[in-house]
């Protein structure tokens, strides 16, 4: 498939945001958590946000893959039956 790669960061973005809120909603349920203590316990003083993490392990985000798009184009394609002419 030539363009398979072609929405990957997309479905990484989306993969991610479906992880965070699936974490985000077991610890409320867990810990009886509101939206309040989510902030409280995700973002630092000025308002940005901290990934999360326990014991110093971190929730790997997939947006950090690097994504290389169209590395081949028409005739670059690699082709094993060309060098066997």
Request: overall charge positive.
């Given at each position: ?83 066997a002419a």
């Amino acid at each position: 498939n030539y363009f398979k790669h072609a929405i990957a960061k997309r479905v990484f973005s989306k993969l991610q945001h479906h992880t965070w809120w699936r974490i985000v909603r077991m610890m409320r349920t867990r810990h009886r958590w509101k939206w309040t203590d989510v902030r409280r316990w995700l973002t630092d003083h000025t308002g940005q946000w901290h990934p999360i993490s326990a014991d110093g392990i971190e929730l790997f985000n997939p947006e950090t893959i690097p994504i290389t798009r169209y590395r081949y184009r028409g005739n670059q394609i690699p082709n094993p039956w060309a060098h066997a002419a």
